[in-house]
């Protein structure tokens, strides 16, 4: 079944530690997002790819970083993490034929403590 | 930019009751208008969306109205049902960018 899977569900780290968040879609889907989304709900976009090679910033500055060496595979790296990056992360992914249908990952809960 | 407000933060109804969610933005531009429901542990999914060449979608309990003129449209849910609580977003896209640009969301909880 076409999905898009995100690891882990839950990160619980403590201040200054290397993390990596995976996002993976078995959709072959060339746009890929991450957002970050608050405790008060709202979403905010931090990096969108459009394809192999490509990464962006979003509209929320973010101290992470991404990388899109294949198609299906869009990870988020945090190379010191701070109590501030405490939020639950969303990946996201389209078609460039329908790019504007979003299909969200199930997100990774991170705490940092 | 594309800017959306969404109204309200926060609606209860009982079971049966209708629920109406609001939104507003600010590019006459935009011209595609999708709604989320976020259930509790899950990401969004779409659930409806509009173009703006149409006044008004229905998918069985749910139906979207959009108003190009006051530029708002709005999310209706008929007969509501415990499995409808969960949190809505309402979106836009940016026609400068080509990206959707999300309402702050709206916490529906619908009471037995």
């Known amino acids: 079944e076409a999905d898009i899977y995100q690891t882990p569900r839950y990160l619980v780290i403590g201040t200054g530690k290397k993390i990596t968040l995976e996002c993976s879609q078995t959709m072959g889907h060339d746009k890929m997002y991450w957002y970050q989304q608050d405790p008060g709900m709202e979403l905010h976009l931090i990096h969108y790819s459009y394809g192999v090679n490509s990464t962006e910033k979003g509209d929320l500055s973010s101290e992470s970083t991404v990388s899109r060496i294949r198609t299906e595979h869009f990870p988020l790296t945090l190379e010191s993490a701070r109590p501030s990056h405490t939020s639950q992360y969303l990946c996201a992914s389209s078609d460039h034929r329908d790019y504007e249908k979003l299909f969200f990952g199930s997100g990774t809960q991170l705490s940092v403590l | 930019g594309e800017n959306v407000e969404q109204h309200p933060s926060t609606l209860s109804v009982q079971e049966g009751d209708s629920a109406v969610i609001k939104c507003t933005y600010s590019d006459s531009a935009s011209n595609y208008f999708p709604w989320y429901k976020q259930e509790l542990g899950k990401g969004p999914q779409l659930i409806i969306d509009?173009?703006?060449?149409?006044g008004e979608k229905k998918d069985q309990r749910i139906a979207v109205t959009l108003n190009k003129t006051a530029k708002h449209f709005s999310l209706h849910i008929t007969e509501t049902q415990p499995e409808d609580s969960a949190v809505y977003f309402c979106a836009a896209k940016d026609t400068g960018f080509q990206k959707l640009v999300f309402g702050t969301g709206t916490r529906l909880l619908v009471s037995p």
């Open positions: 509009i173009r703006s060449n149409v």
